[in-house]
């Protein structure tokens, strides 16, 4: 768990089953390797709580590495169609989904694992195994989650731009100096310096190249 | 061309009566031609030894009296003379006889009268020194009648000097007579006529019809007469001439013939006709049929094949008809097929009601039939006899079904209720499986994580690590319950069943089990043999597990014979015995390929089968059934222990149950 940034928050691992032992048992097993997991007895009860935090949160959920345990075969709402909504929702990539399945399941689950599930486990499984499953998992769902955040700290910085600092930093990412872009803009070379410390200190870089990758990494490419 | 041949006829016929008719014409004129001919020579010569006759009358020295009685010989001998007169050269009558046979001549009509007429002939006998006739003329009678004469008058010469005439009065109906008593004129009218026509005289027993004429000029002294000869013969009537009539009622005859002949020629091609379009629509009706048709005749062989029959077997009808085993039996069959065929072609009781065959062919029987390309048919027969017009029985006449398609029909229904049966049967197998499977995996399941997580917590403990433990194994405990109770109610549902056990009497189970077995037989060209002793007792039992189990052994024999037995000595012997006073055995045998030594040590090990498609519980299930009836069961292969080299080994499955 090392590889876990604290700062992303506490990982949870969902369980999502109808037979009560199996929740409890899961539990017991993720506790003995300092996981925390919270057990759902149906995929509705599941998706009814998801929903419920997600709008919370305005969306910005989940807000700490998860993944999701989930079973196939269950009375109501299947695991299948359970995971469907998650694709859906656009959740997948943050919560990754280990398919819990029977010994008749196995197309399914196969068929689930090529639509973007993270793997399944067959019944019954060996423990210490899938939890190390569970913890990669958890890793997958924390990267996309840090790279979500990046995503959303930029187009934040970048909304506090002025209109004239944006057209100034347009310039600067393509690695033109100062004097070219006072030329360009009509406006004296004193007047772009000023921009350009303003930039990096709104983008909270310290050299174009910086604000080059920043850029490029939050899928901003300058025009 | 009817009625041109008819004309043809009619014109042949018209041809031959007229050329009949005209050659009687031609004989009838012949005739009268001839007659004629010869009546007018005899007349002439009449006149002429007439005149002769006259001579002594014309001698210058004979007297008056001898003149006398010479005439009056003469008028007696020769009755066409009338009168006789001497006359001087002045014509002077100076003596004058007159025949006794007439009435007096000249009464009505005076001798004058004629005398220039007399003057004439005269004159011109003179001039010619011959006699010579006058014209002829009537002379009436008192009462009407008269007669037609001429005079003939004769010079006398006396030393070359004219002393006077002879005047003789011919009769020329007596000269016509007399002329006929020489010769016969037959059957004509003969008359004298002047030259201008009218008639002087006739004779002749006939009259004339003025068909057949035929004339002759007579020449006389000065003078010619015309003979005509009328035949009596009318123109040739038809019907009363016997040559015409015969040729008339031939025609009359052949033409009716023609007619009758053409009307039944008519009525023969009409049922001809018809008869062609009965035959054509029967072999139509016959060729269209789906359904074979097959005659035999009383010894059995083949006499008629319809299309549908040939195409049904696959043989042209040409290989099929006269055979008595007919190719379409199956080869290791037909000693079968022959006793059936003989008890049934054997002719009926006499006691035995007349209908009863045809009961039975409505009935019909099914049989198996070989096509020619090796396939086997089942087919359905109906016969019924084949009686001629006369009401005897000539054979038997079948119709065939072929009933493949009903029976495949049969067969998928059959393998779908077996198959349903079979999964009911594995319901308390397979649910049973599946029950105890899910629930026995889930406290498995959960047993084990709880393990692995006791184990994960005591790698790296903590004050809290054996509160935690503790809880941990009292859920390995509750988990472990579970499992008991899941393995405990399968238990009591085993034993549930015990409780079906009931008395059923050994025959019921094979009956029971017999019509599946047969269909699934039938399907592999197997036989059937039961050996079933009347005195076996009932037996306690669970009938549907035991039924299911014969089901199952019989199966497989079945099953076993399919490969490499050959079709004859696939048999599937079905036995019962009761070998202890308190128990029965039963026995199912089977001519297949036996079971090797390493097949035998697994036989009974659940999910072993030899059969791909196999569960493998089949026996392991059976020996279960009948060892929960007390009972055992065990297999012997080969059947016998030194089986021929040649021939299958077979296997020998048997099973005890216990007495009722």
Redesign the interface.
Known sequence: MTLLDPSLGLPTVYIVDDEDVVRDALAWLLRSRRLLSEGFASAEAFEAAAEQRAEARAGDWPNAPACVLLDVRMPGMSGLALFERLIERGWLESLPVIFLTGHGDVPTAVAAVKRGAFDFVEKPFSNNALVDRVEQALLASAQALTQRRQHHDVAQRLADLTERERDVMQLVVTGRPNKLIADELNISVRTVEVHRARIFEKMGVKSAVELSNCLRSAGQEPV | MWAALLMLLAVVQGLLVMLTVSFESSRAQDEAEAVALEVAGETKRQVTRGIQDLQPLTWPAITPLEWDVRAEQLLQSRRELLRLERRGPGGAISSLAESRYGPPLFTRLRRSDVEPEIDTACSLARRAAAPAFTRSYYVPFEGGTGVEVMDLCVPLLSEGRMTGFLVATWSLPQLLESALGAAPAGRHELSLVESDGSRLARAGTRRGVGVYVAERIVDLPARSLVLRADSSAGRPSLIPNLAVALVLGLSVALTVLALLLARDFRRRAQAEAALAEALAFRKAMEDSLSTGLRARDLDGRITYVNPAFCAMVGFPAEALLGTAVPPYWPAERVQEYTQRQAARLAPRAADEPASSPTRAGREGFETLFVRRDGERIPVMIYEAPLVDGNGVQTGWMSAVLDVTDQRRVEELSRQQQERLQASARLATVGEMASLL??EL?????????????????LEQPDAHTPGLLRE?MQ?VGE?AERAGRVIRSVHDFVRRRDQHQEPVGCGALLDAVLPLVRLQARKSGARIELDLPEAVPAVRCDRTMVEQVLLNLARNGIQAMETATPLAQRVLRLGVRQRHARWVEFSVTDAGGGIGPEVAERLFTPFFSTRAEGMGLGLSLCRTVVEQHGGALEFESPVHAEHAPGSCPGTRFRFTLPTA
Not at chain 2, 444 to 450: D, K, N
């Open positions: 499977s899910h995996n889930q406290p498995l399941a959960a047993i084990a994580s709880y393990a692995s997580a006791s184990l994960n917590m941990a859920r988990q």
